[in-house]
């Protein structure tokens, strides 16, 4: 249960409107009464291609297939914003891993 997801969204200014998207399908999909400490949505911005995406963790599988996500690597926790999801989350997901 170690794989992450990744969606493109486009660029700075396309990612907006998308991201709201991904958003509301976590949301809809872990009601945020239930969501666990450990799920959440966060976005990476690459600035060689201008590109923003958004990242599933393994907890997050669900939400990522709804959204198209395709698996990806584990990103480096500093690459990583928070979009949605509880506060904690990235720490419980980093804690064992060395990318802390």
């Known amino acids: 249960?170690?794989?992450?997801y990744s969606l493109d969204v486009g660029n700075r200014i396309e990612?907006?409107?998308?991201i709201?998207?991904?958003?509301?399908?976590?949301?809809r999909t872990y009601q945020e009464k239930l969501c666990p400490d450990n799920m959440g949505i966060f976005t990476k911005y690459n600035e060689e291609s201008d590109i923003v995406s958004?990242?599933?963790p393994?907890?997050?599988e669900q939400a990522a297939n709804m959204?198209?996500?395709i698996?990806?690597?584990?990103?480096?926790?500093?690459?990583?914003s928070p979009?949605?999801?509880?506060?904690p989350c990235l720490d419980i997901l980093y804690q064992n891993k060395n990318e802390q």
């Open 58 to 60: 393994p907890t997050a």
């Open 83 to 87: 979009v949605a999801g509880s506060q």
């Open 54 to 56: 958004v990242l599933f």
């Open 67 to 69: 959204a198209g996500a």
């Open 15 to 18: 990612a907006l409107k998308k």
């Open 20 to 27: 709201e998207h991904v958003k509301d399908i976590f949301w």
């Open 1 to 4: 249960m170690n794989q992450w």
């Open 71 to 80: 698996k990806c690597k584990t990103p480096h926790r500093e690459d990583l």
